[in-house]
């Protein structure tokens, strides 16, 4: 078993495992695994499932991890050019991370590989790649500043820590095995050498695959049904609304040629006040959303993907769904149509110094124009959202994320250089 190499051993997943094969009862199962020296069943549908790095035949032109099923594991870092790189360390170092990207979301070992995750398939990793507003400055690319990666406005909730929000690079990594993650993170990090160093780093999960009986929206850790309003990409107007447009290089307003196809992903990390939050009833809960907890089910009736009906008033005259309800102020047709497609992993991170869990949403939203989208939004949520005492912004950051490269290039290469 020793001689199969990882890519061979995914190679017979489809065969004979893609079913998720049992063998026994559950228990029997288990122990015959953990104890054998003979070689075991096949991957099972969740480690054999692999998502292309680069765009090509079949395959989507935008950067894997943006409309790509949220996995189980997530780490968001991003990292700061070391003085002096310049232009050409980073399209040396963009140059390693696209190789080893690629070879790790297929499922095999690169470099001094650590070992880590010698044994799993893919599981669905994907690697996405930004850049912040000071890469630009660091690589003397200023006049390819995207307009649209000015700084988010200040927002009257914020408690920002500077130490913890933006930065030249920013890497997302996820998947649904937290060894495959892991292995991602700790290559990527190894492979920046002395041409970066992490600036900060956040750790997120969700839901496993499989673990309801049937797919749903993945809940967050004050118990709600998380995204239910998100674009859908079956929608036409879904990629206007979320990618930029080829040709839009002109004009007021313009963008660089090197974002067509990509996107802007707003990252806030919000910590949740769970103390305060879980003295809260339900049914006061629910007041606060705007849904059922239960079911993501807007207040007024229908299931989770019934449209609010927003007029609707009860017995006492007053709306079903409260006029400071999160998903009513959030509601595009509450924000003149801006659209944003969420995509968010929980976190914790032990107990603060307060006492309380240091736990919340580590928050990705992405769209073609994040001052159509995002802030908008956040502007609104920020005079009067029901949710607000019970949530903090403590970090922040915006990222142009350009789209895949195509076969024989690396991520960001039409930007470093110039083509």
């Keep these: 078993m020793n001689d199969i190499s990882r890519r061979r051993l995914l190679g017979t997943a489809g065969a004979v495992g893609a079913g998720g094969l049992v063998v026994g009862g559950a228990g029997g199962a288990a122990a015959y695994a953990a104890t054998s020296a003979d070689p075991t069943t096949a991957l099972t549908t969740v480690g054999s499932t692999e998502v292309a790095f680069h765009a090509g035949a079949g395959r989507t032109r935008h950067q894997a991890g943006i409309t790509t099923p949220a996995q189980s594991t997530g780490y968001l870092i991003a990292f700061d050019l070391a003085a002096g790189a310049g232009r050409a360390g980073a399209a040396a170092l963009l140059r390693r991370w696209s190789a080893s990207a690629q070879r790790l979301m297929a499922g095999e070992p690169v470099g001094d590989d650590t070992g880590i995750a010698l044994d799993a398939?893919?599981?669905?990793?994907?690697?996405?790649?930004?850049?912040?507003?000071?890469?630009?400055?660091?690589?003397?690319?200023?006049?390819?500043?995207?307009g649209r990666l000015d700084p988010l406005p200040d927002f009257s909730s914020d408690q920002l820590d500077a130490r913890r929000s933006n930065g030249d690079l920013?890497?997302?990594?996820?998947?649904?095995?937290?060894?495959?993650?892991f292995h991602a993170l700790r290559s990527l990090q190894n492979e920046a050498g002395s041409a970066a160093r992490v600036r900060w780093q956040m750790n997120g999960f969700n839901r496993s695959p499989g673990a309801t009986a049937s797919p749903m929206t993945t809940r967050n850790l004050m118990g709600q049904i998380d995204g239910t309003g998100n674009p859908k990409p079956?929608?036409?107007?879904?990629?206007?609304?979320?990618?930029?447009?080829?040709?839009?290089?002109?004009?007021?307003g313009a963008q660089p040629e090197w974002m067509a196809g990509g996107s802007y992903a707003v990252v806030r990390r919000i910590r949740m006040l769970l103390d305060d939050w879980e003295k809260l009833t339900v049914a006061k809960q629910e007041k606060v959303i705007g849904r059922r907890k239960k079911d993501g089910a807007p207040l007024t009736g229908g299931t989770e993907t019934t449209a609010m009906d927003l007029d609707k008033a009860g017995p006492d005259g007053k709306f079903v769904i409260p006029d400071n309800a999160h998903a009513r102020i959030s509601a595009?047709?509450?924000?003149?149509?801006?659209?944003?497609?969420?995509?968010?992993?929980?976190?914790?991170?032990g107990i603060g110094a307060d006492g309380t869990p240091d736990a919340g949403l580590l928050f990705v939203c992405w769209q073609a124009d994040p001052m159509r989208g995002?802030?908008?939004?956040?502007?609104?949520?920020?005079?009067g959202d029901a949710l607000s005492p019970f949530i903090r912004h403590e970090a922040s950051g915006l990222f142009a994320v350009p789209a895949s490269p195509g076969p024989g290039e690396y991520v960001g290469q039409r930007l470093v250089e110039g083509h």
């Design 121 to 146: 398939g893919p599981s669905s990793l994907t690697v996405t790649f930004g850049f912040g507003r000071s890469f630009f400055d660091r690589t003397g690319l200023t006049a390819q500043r995207p």
């Design 234 to 252: 079956s929608e036409s107007d879904f990629d206007q609304r979320i990618f930029v447009p080829d040709g839009d290089g002109k004009g007021a």
């Design 374 to 383: 995002f802030v908008p939004v956040q502007r609104k949520l920020d005079r």
């Design 170 to 181: 920013w890497v997302q990594i996820g998947a649904n095995d937290p060894l495959v993650a």
């Design 332 to 349: 595009p047709e509450q924000n003149g149509g801006a659209a944003l497609l969420r995509r968010t992993f929980s976190y914790h991170d």
